[in-house]
């Protein structure tokens, strides 16, 4: 009896812990493993130029993480991201076309408007058509991707100015990017609204529609409002690429999926309910890790698609084993039987 | 226990991916229109290997010897002419109806090089009427374009073709209709009146790889970055750079494909820099994506090595404003205006080569103040022989 006396706190100061830390747990070993073997591997990594210039490189990818986290955990899947990213870019360059004199905060300001625009839509046709998400997003994907190779003839004609292209590529106060700065602020941001009434109403909604319906969330403008959210983080993410390596008609290709990936390496559940905005963030930055250390050994850029596959069926192979394991063991937990 | 098992699992899936990531190098991204000089060709013409020794040594002879023709108007100009006949083409009567294939207009060397061809169409007061349509990229469109030009009222044909081979058989359709001039990319085929064409590529990418032989040390690695494989211009480019290298010792450390794109570019460069230490030389087969490589030496701190880039107004500001070592082979648009002074050659029945050969300069640290212009936007093509024409340089986007 002594000893399930002493194993039941012990267990509660563990279930603490792990509440802490959350689902994050495993990413946030894996991007310590990886940072480990960052520095075996190439040890001037840790210089403050080359770290901060490699947060600057994860940067786009973390706000797309972000804004992706909050659709993913309402139970919906934004895939019109990258799109949004490349679109973004290209219009920036078309703006300045036109209007060669403009002020960069106003184009920044136009773009993040659009991307909610654009989020806007995706949200209204998802919850008020009833179209699956993922058609919406995919079909928003490919609406956009036309439009811009229609637009541009396959290749972008316009210039973007120094002053736009700071936030992607300059450092303020002293040595620190630009980019580092908006990704701070952005995560700080995210932690704030997730742990706000509207966070606790998103992860309800993924967690089980039905349930929050009744208990009196307004299911379909929380989903709407995550979509707008997702869309505004993407026009930013579309200002740090466009500012780091100017226009280009590919700058968000594929850009969609890495952030779905880091999402769920974050431990997010796909169809929503559960994970951290951490989490989501923490698998950005894991990822760009691994894509930094393949290339340190080697390994040819263009294998990350590959890596990204194998990680994406991985990382939600675990999170349904780890789901159903946990759905056995909870009803032995009140009775205080332990049978291990 | 349970939550244990997540860190593990991920770790064995990470070590997993670093094994199956190590066996192979190959891109595995197939290759988009290229955003360079050349449109796409899955066609080798006779050499499928994309290198013909006797081509190859010819190109390099021709960028020896002097070009007949007035020097001040390149475009004029031919290297190693053989006169044809076009007596029976001759035309009495001044109004000349100009009709124009074009493959597309799908990168900024094919707009700088339509808007010279307009202007030069709009020097000669004979030419009432100039048909263009534009094929936007599509062999069959493009064939159908053909087909339908020469069953109007044209006089001559000018094409530039989108394929070789594809639309060899719409051209030897219409030869025997009127006289064809092509351009740019060639046919399998000899019925045109002219075929026109600058030194092409191994010339190209030679003249950057000898440069890059002269301004590295022995022993130093090169990037080359290259916008996709199974493009005939552009394996000529590389297959010339490869042999150049090879030859001079240096170390080709990797040989990378950026799609054209600026983004692509910089995040190959930023891991080449990282993965090597460092970077001696890059070669470019096209610049379009020059400036975006300097930029990723400059945000990876390391000095600009010496570099290759092409007659594009932002690399040859990037070059001046950094004092950057550098090369500009060029892919001249001023060809655009041979075709239009071709056709009228031959409507009047002169004498035209049968293969006009244009010269093709290189623009060096010597000649470099002469073709940039500040007021000529980012992606304007220095070498377009348009600077005297009406219109200039607003119609190009200067100010």
């Known amino acids: 009896m002594t000893t399930l006396d002493s194993a039941v706190p012990r267990a509660a100061r563990r279930a603490r812990l792990l509440a802490l830390l959350g689902t994050g747990l495993p990413v946030y070993a894996l991007l310590g493993a990886l940072l480990v073997a960052l520095a075996f591997t190439d040890p001037g990594f840790y210089e403050p130029d080359r770290f901060l210039a490699f947060i600057r490189r994860a940067a786009p990818l973390v706000l797309l993480a972000a804004g992706q986290y909050l659709v993913i955990v309402c139970g919906q899947f934004d895939l019109s991201v990258g799109a949004v990213v490349t679109a973004g870019v290209v219009v920036a360059a078309e703006i300045y076309a036109e209007f060669p004199g403009a002020h960069w905060l106003v184009v920044c300001g136009a773009l993040l408007l659009a991307g909610a625009a654009v989020g806007l839509v995706n949200g209204l046709v998802t919850t008020g058509l009833g179209v699956p998400s993922f058609i919406t997003t995919l079909g928003m994907m490919l609406i956009l991707e036309g439009g811009v190779f229609f637009w541009t003839g396959g290749s972008p004609q316009g210039y973007l100015p120094d002053d736009f292209r700071a936030v992607g590529r300059d450092d303020v106060l002293g040595r620190v990017p630009w980019a580092v700065l908006v990704c701070l602020a952005v995560g700080v941001a995210a932690v704030l609204l997730m742990r706000s009434r509207f966070g606790r109403t998103l992860v309800a909604t993924g967690d089980s529609e039905r349930t929050a319906a009744l208990a009196g969330v307004r299911v379909h403008r929380a989903r709407t409002v995550a979509f707008v959210l997702s869309g505004a983080a993407a026009a930013l993410a579309a200002v740090l690429v466009g500012g780091f390596s100017g226009v280009s008609a590919q700058a968000g290709t594929g850009m969609e999926f890495e952030a779905i990936t880091a999402v769920v390496l974050g431990g997010v559940l796909l169809g929503g309910g559960r994970g951290s905005v951490v989490g989501a963030m923490a698998g950005a930055f894991s990822l760009t890790a691994l894509f930094t250390l393949l290339n340190l050994q080697g390994v040819s850029g263009a294998l990350e698609s590959t890596v990204q596959g194998v990680i994406v069926i991985a990382a939600v192979a675990l999170g349904a084993a780890d789901w159903s394991r946990l759905r056995r063991r909870s009803p032995s937990v009140p009775s205080g039987g332990p049978r291990s | ?399």
């Open chain 2, 1 to 399: 226990m349970i939550r244990r098992t997540g860190p593990l699992l991920a770790a064995a899936l990470l070590s997993a991916a670093l094994l199956t990531s190590c066996t192979s190098d190959t891109p595995s991204d197939g290759p988009s229109a290229p955003a360079g000089s050349a449109s796409p060709s899955q066609d080798g013409g006779e050499d499928a290997e994309f290198f013909t020794q006797a081509e190859y040594e010819q190109q390099l002879a021709l960028t020896r010897e002097t070009p007949e023709g007035p020097e001040d108007r390149p475009w004029e100009q031919m290297l190693r002419p053989e006169m044809a006949d076009t007596s029976q083409y001759a035309v009495e009567g001044d109004d000349v109806h100009l009709c124009f294939s074009n493959a597309g207009v799908f990168n900024p060397w094919r707009q700088v090089g339509l808007r010279t061809m307009e202007a030069e169409v709009a020097l000669h007061e004979q030419i009432t009427e100039f048909t263009v349509v534009d094929a936007e990229g599509q062999d069959d469109k493009q064939i159908s374009d053909i087909q339908e030009l020469s069953n109007q009222d044209c006089d001559a044909l000018i094409v530039s073709p989108n394929t070789t081979a594809t639309l060899t058989p719409a051209i030897e359709e219409a030869c025997g209709r009127l006289p064809v001039i092509v351009f740019d990319r060639g046919v399998n085929t000899d019925c045109p009146v002219t075929f026109i064409h600058p030194i092409g590529g191994y010339a190209y990418g030679a003249a950057a790889a000898d440069f890059l032989v002269e301004n590295v040390a022995e022993g130093g690695n090169i990037l080359a970055l290259r916008i996709s494989p199974g493009v005939d211009v552009l394996e000529n480019r590389w297959s010339a750079a490869e042999l150049a290298f090879e030859e001079a010792g240096l170390t080709v450390a990797d040989v990378e494909f950026t799609d054209g794109d600026p983004a692509v570019t910089k995040s190959i460069v930023t891991d080449a820099i990282q993965r090597h230490g460092g970077i001696d030389g890059v070669w470019m087969d096209s610049g379009a994506t020059s400036v975006a490589a300097v930029e990723a030496f400059e945000d990876a701190g390391e000095e600009v090595p010496p570099i290759t880039g092409e007659d594009q107004q932002d690399f040859l500001q990037a070059w001046d404003e950094r004092d950057l070592t550098a090369v500009a082979p060029t892919y001249p648009t001023f060809q655009w205006r041979t075709p239009v002074v071709a056709a009228l050659r031959v409507l009047a029945g002169e004498e035209v080569p049968v293969e006009w050969r244009l010269p093709q300069p290189t623009i060096t640290q010597d000649t470099l103040a002469d073709y940039l212009s500040e007021d000529m936007p980012p992606l304007h093509y220095a070498m377009c022989g348009c600077e005297g024409m009406p219109g200039y340089p607003q119609d190009w986007g200067g100010e």
